[in-house]
Nanobody, 123 residues
């Protein structure tokens, strides 16, 4: 499975962006997926996760209520809609996938990773 993240860019505080993570190589409709981020000088942290059927999602406290994770299994793509962005959201965002069921918060649970897309929020 190869994952390609896109949609990052420069946005002002309070703005919105939508990240996409397109999978290729095989269908990931039965896979759980997640988004993580890594800010300069910091460790990678969990952002959001979704199970294969979209019946369950989970968010970190820092993004809950502002970000929405979703997926379109027909398009083999997972999305992260980011609203009311803050300067603290500036980071490289990574998508990940795993055949392990459920919503997964630990990076060690994920096997497949995208290359990352940079989100910069200017104040």
């Amino acid at each position: 499975v190869q994952l390609q993240a896109s949609g990052g860019g420069l946005v002002q505080t309070g703005g919105s962006l939508r990240l996409s993570c397109a999978a290729s190589g095989r269908t990931v409709s039965g896979y759980s997926a997640g988004w993580f981020r890594q800010a300069p000088g910091k460790e990678r942290e969990f952002v959001a996760a979704i199970n294969w059927s979209s019946s369950r999602t989970y968010y970190s406290d820092s993004v809950n209520g502002r970000f929405t994770i979703s997926r379109d299994n027909a398009k083999n793509t997972v999305y992260l809609q980011m609203n009311r962005l803050k300067a603290d959201d500036t980071a490289v965002y990574y998508c990940a996938a795993t055949s392990t069921s459920g919503v997964r918060q630990s990076s060690s649970d994920y096997v497949y990773w995208g290359q990352g897309t940079l989100v910069t929020v200017s104040s």
